[in-house]
């Protein structure tokens, strides 16, 4: 995958949170793969020597999680 801008990467969240109301977090590796959950986001970092190497990008809603009734 081509390395994203900071632009391509803000349109990519605001998009994926107006089509998925419950998601509040976007994890973001640097490999270029998007997560909702953390911990698969933190199990997809390399290890090197046992410990993760890089980190994390975090997407988080501007706007309210909608009430749904899965989560209410």
């Given at each position: 995958?081509?390395?994203?801008?900071?632009?391509?990467?803000?349109?990519?969240?605001?998009?994926?949170?107006?089509?998925?109301?419950?998601?509040?977090?976007?994890f973001?590796?640097?490999?270029g793969?998007?997560?909702?959950?953390?911990?698969?986001?933190?199990?997809?970092?390399?290890?090197?020597?046992?410990?993760?190497?890089?980190?994390l990008?975090?997407?988080?809603?501007?706007?309210?999680?909608?009430?749904?009734?899965?989560?209410?």
């Amino acid at each position: 995958m081509a390395k994203q801008t900071k632009d391509q990467k803000n349109e990519y969240a605001k998009a994926f949170f107006s089509e998925n109301a419950s998601v509040k977090t976007l994890f973001l590796n640097p490999q270029g793969e998007w997560f909702t959950d953390e911990s698969y986001a933190n199990n997809s970092l390399p290890k090197k020597d046992g410990k993760r190497v890089g980190k994390l990008e975090i997407f988080e809603r501007d706007t309210p999680v909608e009430k749904t009734g899965d989560n209410l």
